[in-house]
């Protein structure tokens, strides 16, 4: 961090009158099979090598560096603000641009209180579903030095064209289940299918809907492609050892476990919040339907509708906003926010915005972009420039949005 960094990110915020361009950030994952709706060649799912795995997430303005093994590149998983300097393009990182400026990127209160952007979100994107497995809250996380991770889920159905193989998604455990029974599981993990999903139950995923998914709940995600917006951490513990004929190493149920909990049964069941996993109003609880952000009458007048479509969380929150053809639209928003366009052309502010169709591994795109606090509350005039087709975006915001 110097001052040539902080010539480009001032620069940047000029261009952009206070909004960042992201350069894409792709994630593989060694124990999923990538979807292929992220709008990535096909030459380029294995970029990583294919030992590592296939990619199968993109992430959004991020500041955590993703936890992938030993082989994680130092910038895995981390957002870049692109800025063209003439012929020369420059690149920041988001999170060292936040530790240079961050106050004015985030504001002085967030700043304060939060010391810096705490949440980050993404696409993850698997034909098959994922294993049963928990994110860690707080108390535990800090055992070994991370955070919490809550997250929400939203189904897109710009990008899913195909459900892939398994689109429902398992959450909790059944009411009656005993802590005996998933210690039993996980007694089972090198004598075939641990059998964990059969305390379980699977709801069938909704096509422009989503969930709200606290830490210490057990999911297995389905295969329908996830925007998914989240605490910044990458806390996580698989409690099922085999999945669509995968089979899981013990190293992915204790990832972020202590040294001296590792082999201990009981530790490792503690991490389940075990009044939430038995809910037997868990789908009323937390499925999420769209939540119109005023009289959706009153916003088709004025050219547009806006949905909350994550909430009920302190640490994140998102909307979808979709500007119909030829219209224009002045959103203020509280704070920051991250945007990915998914549908149309047209202007947001000062830079133009587009959603690809297909992007080369290590190609600049038009579709992601960074609000910074200022920008945000003075609000952004949004151009629908076709006379055809809708502009839609999902935007990201922290805390207090």
Not at 68 to 87: A, K, V
Request: with cysteine; net charge negative.
């Amino acid at each position: 961090m110097n001052n040539n960094a902080k010539s480009i990110i001032e620069n940047a915020l000029e261009q952009g009158k206070g909004v960042f361009r992201l350069f894409p950030t792709w994630v593989p994952r060694a124990f999923c099979i990538p979807g292929k709706r992220l709008k990535l060649h096909p030459d380029d799912y294995y970029a990583f090598g294919a030992h590592r795995g296939g990619i199968d997430e993109r992430w959004f303005a991020s500041t955590v560096k993703a936890d992938n093994g030993p082989e994680t590149l130092p910038d895995e998983g981390l957002s870049y603000i692109y800025f063209e300097d003439g012929n020369k393009v420059r690149k920041v990182l988001l999170k060292d641009a936040i530790e240079l400026m961050g106050k004015d990127i985030l504001g002085e209160r967030i700043m304060q209180k939060y010391g810096g952007w705490t949440m980050f979100a993404k696409f993850f994107d698997n034909m098959n579903p994922l294993p049963h497995h928990v994110h860690l809250d707080d108390e535990k996380a800090s055992k070994v030095g991370q955070l919490g991770k809550p997250e929400g889920y939203y189904f897109p159905k710009q990008l899913n064209n195909h459900g892939g193989y398994f689109p429902y998604t398992f959450f909790g455990l059944n009411p009656g289940t005993k802590r005996e029974d998933i210690i039993n599981c996980l007694k089972n993990w090198d004598k075939g299918d641990n059998g964990i999903l059969y305390y379980s139950r699977a709801y069938k995923l909704k096509i422009g809907t989503g969930w709200n998914v606290p830490p210490g709940i057990l999911h297995a995600p389905g295969s329908l492609l996830t925007y998914e917006p989240q605490r910044a951490s990458d806390v996580f513990a698989m409690f099922q050892n085999i999945v669509w004929d995968n089979y899981l190493s013990w190293d992915l149920l204790v990832k972020d476990v202590p040294e001296e909990h590792k082999n201990d049964l009981d530790y490792i069941v503690d991490l389940l919040d075990w009044e939430a996993n038995l809910n037997p109003n868990f789908f009323e609880d937390h499925f999420l339907p769209p939540k119109p952000v005023k009289a959706i009458e009153e916003m088709h007048a004025e050219g547009y509708e806006e949905n909350w479509v994550v909430y009920n969380s302190d640490f994140f929150a998102a909307k979808e906003l979709t500007v119909f053809p030829g219209s224009s639209v002045t959103i203020k928003e509280n704070g920051p926010y991250g945007v990915i366009v998914i549908e149309g052309h047209g202007r947001f502010g000062a830079l133009e915005i587009e959603s690809p169709q297909l992007i080369r591994f290590g190609q600049m795109t038009k579709d992601e972009l960074f609000v910074t606090y200022e920008a945000a509350r003075e609000g952004i005039t949004i151009t629908n420039l076709s006379d055809k087709e809708n502009l839609v975006m999902l935007k990201h915001f922290g805390p207090e949005a």
